[in-house]
């Protein structure tokens, strides 16, 4: 099986380099090689190669530059993902396209279920959004689109890496308590990827025929919940525990109006993976565990830095 990676360099295309399995031949394309926005350049990209699938893990993901960077954010985030989509099916490639939590408002309690009704409040959620429906509209159920949430590995930039830098650096922290979702390790929706990518090429992807003409949409994180706050709190035991720091700061549960944003983020959204993990076969694991195994790579990671 020959799979076709964009967005090499971003965190989940590391994790799945990192996690490739035998017998696929990957090849992974950052914004250098394959600039998505360029329409041709998918195209001649997607002849190529040849792939027998794509994952497009290629997206802007910077929240609250998308507020003041919109044609940026929809150029990447949807019409690359049309242009990757288009170049698929002229090509006969099966898409795998992965959106966001941050399609969702955010005002229910209760994890949202995978065709429950979109409403995004911030310009990144509407711009990914819009990629999904493109997806949808070039390829029906020639892809699927799996949603994720607050996704974090030891390569890229993410909240593990920024709460390590600050809780080194200041005396305390102030951290939101009011907005809810579920911490993923990337390495985890890697797996997931594989697993689905090894279903679609041996043909035993099951269909559900809720989705008969229209792109399946999946739901995938690590298991259980957490505020930002929650997801802090934890970091610094960890962090601690494994020698990643060296002191405790208070750490103090605010209000999302205590920290005001350029972009609104939802209160809530926590995303219902049952299907995922039906379909895959694989069940998520508790996001704190996995936590603990992503600090263990950084521990060894400064441990290897330190011996050099
Ligand atoms: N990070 C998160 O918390 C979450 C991410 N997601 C989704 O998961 C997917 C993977 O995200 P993640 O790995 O975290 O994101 P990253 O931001 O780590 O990686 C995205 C990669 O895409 C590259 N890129 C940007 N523009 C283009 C372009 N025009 N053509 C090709 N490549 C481009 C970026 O390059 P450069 O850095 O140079 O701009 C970067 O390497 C995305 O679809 C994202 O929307 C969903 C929920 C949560
Ligand atoms: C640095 C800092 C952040 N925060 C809050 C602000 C924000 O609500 C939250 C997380 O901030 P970040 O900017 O790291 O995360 P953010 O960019 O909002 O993360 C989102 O990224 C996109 C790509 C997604 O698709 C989402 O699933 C989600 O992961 O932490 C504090 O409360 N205190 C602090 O000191």
Not at 159 to 166: P, Q
Not at 265 to 289: C, M, T, Y
Request: glycine share 6%.
């Amino acid at each position: 099986m020959k799979v076709l990676v964009t967005g090499k360099g971003g965190q989940l295309a590391w994790e799945l380099d990192q996690t490739k399995p035998e017998g696929v031949e990957l090849v992974s394309l950052g914004l250098d090689d394959l600039d998505i926005t360029q329409q041709a350049a998918v195209q001649s990209a997607v002849n190529l190669h040849r792939p027998d699938i794509v994952i497009n893990a290629a997206a802007y993901t910077a929240v609250d530059k998308a507020e003041t960077d919109h044609t940026t954010a929809y150029a990447v985030n949807e019409l690359g993902a049309r242009y990757v989509a288009q170049a698929c099916k002229q090509q006969g490639a099966y898409l795998m396209h992965v959106s966001t939590d941050f399609v969702f408002s955010g005002d229910k309690t209760i994890p949202y279920q995978v065709d429950e009704p979109t409403k995004p409040i911030n310009v990144y959620g509407a711009s990914k959004l819009a990629g999904d429906i493109a997806v949808n509209d070039e390829l029906a159920e020639q892809a699927l689109i799996v949603r994720t949430a607050w996704v974090y590995s030891v390569n890229g930039n993410n909240f593990v890496k920024t709460m390590l830098r600050l809780m080194a650096d200041k005396p305390e922290l102030g951290i939101i308590y009011d907005q809810v979702s579920t911490p993923t390790w990337a390495k985890g929706l890697a797996l997931w990827l594989w697993a689905m990518a090894a279903k679609q090429n041996s043909n035993s992807m099951i269909k559900d025929p809720n989705w008969r003409g229209r792109t399946p949409i999946y739901h995938w994180t690590d298991a259980g919940v957490a505020s930002w706050y929650d997801f802090a709190v934890a970091i610094q035991e960890l962090a601690i525990e494994k020698g990643l720091l060296d002191k405790v700061i208070p750490i103090k549960a605010i209000e999302a109006s205590a920290y005001p944003l350029p972009a609104a983020r939802p209160s809530f959204s926590v995303i219902d993976k049952q299907s995922a993990e039906r379909a895959s076969g694989l069940n998520s694991i508790h996001w704190r565990q996995q936590l603990s195994t992503m600090m263990d790579q950084l521990a060894e990671l400064k441990a290897l830095s330190t011996k050099h």
